[in-house]
T-cell receptor
Framework: QKEVEQNSGPLSVPEGAIASLNCTYS??????FFWYRQYSGKSPELIMF????GDKEDGRFTAQLNKASQYVSLLIRDSQPSDSATYLC??????????FGTGTSLTVIP | NAGVTQTPKFQVLKTGQSMTLQCAQD?????MYWYRQDPGMGLRLIYY???????DKGEVPNGYNVSRLNKREFSLRLESAAPSQTSVYFC????????????FGQGTRLTVV
């Protein structure tokens, strides 16, 4: 079992809609969680991180963490074609290592 | 402000050849990582180094060796390349603070024929 599990998609949403990306993690001791965006042929880049239960908002992005359910999500409001990319969920586990999910491919249709 | 620098960007090897991927960071980070990325597999941790002189195996260490030469540099060596090692390799670094992100290099696209 991977430490971080994601639905690989692909996920397609129309422009202006809300995109919802989810992941679960297995290490209950994991302290922080990160969402990275990766365009084809490029390196991952950080969108948001979260370490407290609840919601964290940054512009059009909202990260949600539920430690009891070991669940992390990312909502993208008013999705734009430029949001089309692969989104990687990552956890920082008790071994002080970053573990990544397999990524969810998102396409925003104009 | 270079961040994390990887070399080379592209490499083609013949089966059985060896090579070293170089990585250097200028952010004074203690932790450094090597990942490989294959279609549908996400980023898989090969090796991790928490500080100079220490290394730990990750999820997929077989066929690789690493060296943490100093705080800045963390190299990945393929002693006898195999086609299964065809992949995109990323080096990353982070501070020890659990709330801070991992910064990535630009990646190395390796093909073993």
């Amino acid at each position: 079992q991977k430490e971080v599990e994601q639905n690989s998609g692909p996920l397609s949403v129309p422009e202006g809609a809300i995109a919802s990306l989810n992941c679960t993690y297995s290490d209950r001791g994991s302290q922080s969680f990160f969402w990275y965006r990766q365009y084809s042929g490029k390196s991952p880049e950080l969108i948001m991180f979260i370490y407290s239960n609840g919601d964290k908002e940054d512009g059009r992005f909202t990260a949600q963490l539920n430690k009891a359910s070991q669940y992390v999500s990312l909502l993208i409001r008013d999705s734009q074609p430029s949001d089309s990319a692969t989104y990687l969920c990552a956890g920082f586990n008790t071994g002080n290592q970053f573990y990544f999910g397999t990524g969810t491919s998102l396409t925003v249709i104009p | 402000n270079a961040g994390v620098t990887q070399t080379p960007k592209f490499q083609v090897l013949k089966t059985g050849q060896s090579m070293t991927l170089q990585c250097a960071q200028d952010m004074n980070h203690n932790s450094m990582y090597w990942y490989r990325q294959d279609p549908g597999m996400g980023l898989r941790l090969i090796y991790y180094s928490a500080s100079e002189g220490t290394t730990d195996k990750g999820e997929v260490p077989n066929g690789y060796n690493v060296s943490r030469l100093n705080k800045r540099e963390f190299s990945l060596r393929l002693e006898s390349a195999a086609p299964s090692q065809t992949s995109v390799y990323f080096c990353a670094s982070s501070s020890d603070n659990p709330g801070t992100e991992a910064f990535f290099g630009q990646g190395t696209r390796l093909t073993v024929v």
